[in-house]
């Protein structure tokens, strides 16, 4: 199973930015569709965005679109996620997770990965 071990988060001021990274530990990190999601205090895990294999085609859930940008650098074995205008309701603990499928602008998780330990994103007002 691939492993993979988030970071970047931190406390930001609403407004700011952060960038988020992800490594994986093998290189079949290339064939999987990869995503983020996160999980604020007493919310269900839900999806951020998405991004295909070759880095052709993005997804984004409504909340974030035009705010975060997902990338990849298959070379490295690295997921990121470029946040802008961050704002108190973006305060969660990231995750990388490779994703099974898309519908519309929601991806859903592989039921066949592990989690990560995640990424702590607090943004203050």
């Known amino acids: 199973q691939v492993q993979l071990v988030e970071s970047g988060g931190g406390l930001v001021q609403a407004g700011g930015s952060l960038r988020l990274s992800c490594v994986a530990s093998?290189?079949?990190?290339?064939?999987?569709?990869m995503g983020w999601f996160r999980q604020a205090p007493g919310k269900e895990r839900e999806f951020v965005s998405a991004i295909s294999w070759n880095g052709e085609s993005t997804y984004y859930a409504d909340s974030v679109k035009g705010r975060f940008t997902i990338s990849r650098d298959n070379v490295e074995n690295t997921l990121y996620l470029q946040m802008n205008s961050l704002k108190p309701e973006d305060t969660a603990v990231y995750y990388c997770h490779p994703v099974s499928g898309c519908s519309g602008s929601v991806c859903y998780e592989s039921p066949f990965s592990s989690w990560g330990q995640g990424t702590q994103v607090t943004v203050s007002s």
């Open positions: 093998e290189r079949t990190f290339s064939r999987f569709r």
